[in-house]
């Protein structure tokens, strides 16, 4: 399949000679006729990876190429991670695009297993990192919409609810191979938060109580232990596993959702979790954003409804999937059983309530994790005012611990909305 | 490995034949010497396999063979079932039996997965199956201990309580393999005695209506989805999956837990519930079989106190072995965070309460898949007087729905013990 015998880390400089190696790859950018006009540039910003653009500029082409190191980037050697990341990425990508029929995920043109390389398509300009273009203030009028539609199709089509019990099981079989994957989730997200280590850091000195008290917090870390034990134990469906706002490109009319190399079957609100919680993080960053051009107030009032938005968009389009396919192949809720229109609401309505609470159980983890923990949102970072950045964190942080406490509480997303406005 | 090259179902004769082939085997029994002493005896009365008692009489030694063929034996070749059973019922025996130093589990000899047969110690008599020594009115003194010890030693050491992630994830995805056998599962308990199939049966005419009143149950049907998610989704531990009480080899000092043929990570709950809703099972039939000479009101009582001991004794030595084990490789409680005596009160108290309602919910529909569904108990069935065996069963069957519907309203075995005496 590929053009190197073993793995070798790339560089711009070698990346061109990999491509050679790889018909498949320098058909599309007509290499060999025009050497010159091809460019590499490396562009990975993401936590992980290394990832060139590739492009022939005399035809006007251009692909991805992502590369998994056996260690995380932007730690270095030091922290070891597998680079069989990228044989699940590739899967994820792949099934996520069938699903999705393309809309929302890059295609993959080639995989290299040796390598841990994958080419995939390069999303243009205007495409730009979701998380930068909540920092810029911009609105993205489709993304409640496609993001809805992404999650509802990925997590139904491949739970009990579409899924014969012999397929969903040789399907979790395959990705419990990323083991290593989930346990490095297991760890920033439910461990370190609520323990010291060498990791953490926050905006000290104005976090260390903020951060210390969510350490003694015995009720907290109580809750803590039920959404770690689902996020272990639970194959509900195949879950992209880092679904947060830099994980999406976007522009005006499209979103791709990138970088599934922590896919596994785990619980569904992990996923919705991760986009409502960093949507809510860019919520409580906003006040960091404000400059005398913009109050963001108008901005604020377009991420709460993007929130609600998502979910109820999510909301219909999951039981409307369900209700298509409920003579299927799902074994979950069999017709025959589940016979009468009263029954099929009272499941569907507690089905989904779960779900909703599951999703704002890991959503209010996964904010906390970005406040205390080792990996930080651009979304704080960026305000350059350390007391100014430690206050929206402070009340994101606070938020989160209700959230995570109280989320059986809420009924519907409306009340979540209500409740950050009021917060 | 094996003495035939491919699959064939095995009788009295070719047994024989077989061992002659498996050096292992023919040497335990002093094959070649004294042919003529050599006996083979089916006597597989189970609902799956063929079982061979092979000995030796003139050295008095015997072992059992056993051999899964591809279709369920008390049904017929017309309901197929894979006869790769046999290799997850030898991994889960020696799994059992090194987590249990072999005292619950028979040790098996010889693994042949080409001919889908297991070797393994013959359990002597007067190891009778428990169910026939429930039947029989036989009290055993040491069943409650010794169920408890098996059912806190196989969960907790295949749970993420002992093992780390990874650990965890590549059993999970072994046993993935077994899914033939979690459908026939789900089919059997969390489907057919809620709609109409072949296969059901109950004492026609008394329980017609019972039968027909459990299809229209709203509630019911409701709660049983639940527990099949987590049957189908959860993967908590090594679970036996059908540890019913002729899975279960029993004399005065001796337990020994055979038939894991369904085993997969699947809800503890699922194997405890199975016990103890076959004891309440057991405990409903007893009316059934009162005569002149025993009443069998002290019988009932035993009963009552064994299901009371096992679960408190699973309680007590699960908790021991959280406690002993908590500073090791298990990643669901990381010592660092549960770090005070009172939180990890809060969080074992929460595990065992859930896992109670888990074991009361499972066991309940294992209750009434046994009156209503495809396979029956001898426990009722050997009740001759049809009004009577109705009666005894009805009564189990109502006690169930209750047990299922409110499972979370009970705090405490003797609750339930309180229920059943009072029902």
Same mark, same amino acid.
Request: glycine residues 6%; hydrophobic residues 40%.
């Given at each position: 399949?590929? /053009?190197? &015998?073993?793995?070798?880390? &790339?560089?711009?400089?070698?990346?061109?000679?990999?491509?050679?190696?790889?018909?498949?790859?320098?058909?599309?950018?007509? #290499?060999?006729?025009?050497?010159?006009?091809?460019?590499?540039?490396?562009?990975?910003?993401?936590?992980? +990876?290394?990832?060139?653009?590739?492009?022939?500029?005399?035809?006007?082409?251009?692909?991805?190429?992502?590369?998994?190191?056996?260690?995380?980037?932007?730690?270095?050697?030091?922290?070891? #991670?597998?680079?069989?990341?990228?044989?699940?990425?590739?899967?994820?990508?792949?099934?996520?695009? /069938?699903?999705?029929?393309?809309?929302?995920?890059?295609?993959?043109?080639?995989?290299?297993?040796?390598?841990?390389?994958?080419?995939?398509?390069?999303?243009?300009?205007?495409?730009?990192?979701?998380?930068?273009?909540?920092?810029?203030?911009?609105?993205?009028?489709? &993304?409640?919409?496609?993001?809805?539609?992404?999650?509802?199709?990925?997590?139904?089509?491949?739970?009990?609810?579409?899924?014969?019990?012999?397929?969903? $099981?040789?399907?979790?079989? $395959?990705?419990?191979?990323?083991?290593?994957?989930?346990?490095?989730?297991?760890?920033?997200?439910?461990?370190?938060?609520?323990?010291?280590?060498?990791?953490?850091?926050?905006?000290?000195?104005?976090?260390?109580?903020?951060?210390?008290? &969510?350490?003694?917090? +015995?009720?907290?870390?109580?809750?803590?232990?039920?959404?770690?034990?689902?996020?272990?134990?639970?194959?509900?469906? #195949?879950?992209?596993?880092?679904?947060?706002?830099?994980?999406?490109?976007?522009?005006?009319?499209?979103?791709? =959702?990138?970088?599934?190399?922590? /896919?596994?079957?785990?619980?569904?609100?992990?996923?919705?979790?991760?986009?409502? @919680?960093?949507?809510?993080?860019?919520?409580?960053?906003?006040? @960091?954003? =404000?400059?005398?051009?913009?109050?963001?107030?108008?901005?604020?009032?377009?991420?709460?409804?993007?929130?609600?938005?998502?979910? +109820?968009?999510?909301?219909? $389009?999951?039981?409307?999937?369900?209700?298509?396919?409920?003579?299927?192949?799902?074994?979950?809720?069999?017709?025959?059983?589940?016979?009468?229109?009263? *029954?099929?609401?009272?499941?569907?309505?507690?089905?989904?309530?779960? #779900?909703?609470?599951?999703?704002? @159980?890991?959503?209010?983890?996964?904010?906390?994790?970005?406040?205390?923990?080792?990996?930080?949102?651009?979304?704080?970072?960026?305000?350059?005012?350390?007391?100014?950045?430690? +206050?929206?964190?402070?009340?994101?942080?606070?938020?989160?611990?209700?959230? *995570?406490?109280?989320? $059986?509480?809420?009924?519907?997303?409306?009340?979540?909305?209500?409740?950050?406005?009021?917060?």
């Amino acid at each position: 399949m590929g /053009a190197f &015998l073993e793995f070798r880390p &790339l560089d711009e400089g070698s990346v061109i000679e990999y491509i050679k190696g790889v018909p498949a790859l320098s058909s599309k950018l007509a #290499l060999g006729k025009n050497e010159e006009d091809i460019t590499v540039k490396e562009v990975g910003d993401g936590n992980l +990876n290394f990832v060139y653009i590739v492009s022939n500029n005399s035809v006007g082409y251009s692909f991805v190429i992502k590369q998994a190191l056996p260690y995380i980037r932007c730690i270095g050697e030091s922290w070891a #991670l597998t680079k069989e990341r990228a044989y699940y990425e590739s899967e994820a990508l792949k099934e996520q695009g /069938a699903i999705t029929k393309g809309q929302h995920v890059p295609q993959v043109y080639h995989y290299d297993h040796t390598m841990s390389l994958i080419a995939m398509r390069y999303l243009e300009p205007p495409h730009i990192i979701l998380r930068k273009g909540l920092i810029a203030g911009i609105e993205y009028p489709l &993304l409640a919409h496609h993001m809805a539609h992404f999650m509802a199709h990925t997590l139904f089509f491949t739970s009990l609810l579409f899924r014969s019990t012999t397929h969903h $099981k040789r399907h979790v079989a $395959k990705f419990c191979g990323n083991a290593a994957m989930c346990r490095h989730t297991e760890q920033v997200v439910f461990s370190d938060p609520y323990q010291i280590s060498q990791y953490n850091h926050w905006t000290s000195p104005y976090l260390d109580h903020d951060a210390e008290v &969510l350490r003694h917090d +015995n009720l907290l870390k109580l809750e803590v232990a039920d959404l770690k034990s689902k996020f272990c134990e639970r194959a509900q469906a #195949l879950i992209h596993g880092d679904l947060h706002t830099s994980s999406v490109m976007v522009t005006h009319d499209s979103t791709q =959702v990138i970088d599934p190399e922590f /896919a596994f079957y785990g619980p569904m609100g992990f996923d919705i979790g991760a986009f409502l @919680g960093n949507l809510i993080l860019a919520y409580f960053s906003q006040d @960091g954003h =404000v400059d005398q051009l913009n109050d963001r107030k108008s901005y604020k009032e377009w991420i709460l409804k993007t929130i609600e938005d998502t979910w +109820n968009l999510f909301y219909n $389009k999951f039981i409307a999937l369900w209700d298509e396919h409920k003579d299927g192949a799902g074994e979950a809720y069999l017709s025959a059983i589940y016979d009468n229109p009263e *029954l099929q609401l009272l499941v569907q309505k507690r089905y989904m309530t779960d #779900l909703f609470h599951d999703s704002l @159980g890991f959503g209010a983890a996964k904010m906390i994790r970005r406040i205390v923990g080792v990996a930080h949102v651009e979304d704080f970072e960026s305000i350059t005012d350390a007391v100014k950045r430690a +206050n929206c964190e402070r009340r994101a942080l606070d938020f989160a611990k209700t959230l *995570l406490k109280d989320r $059986k509480k809420f009924e519907g997303i409306t009340e979540i909305v209500s409740a950050i406005q009021e917060f």
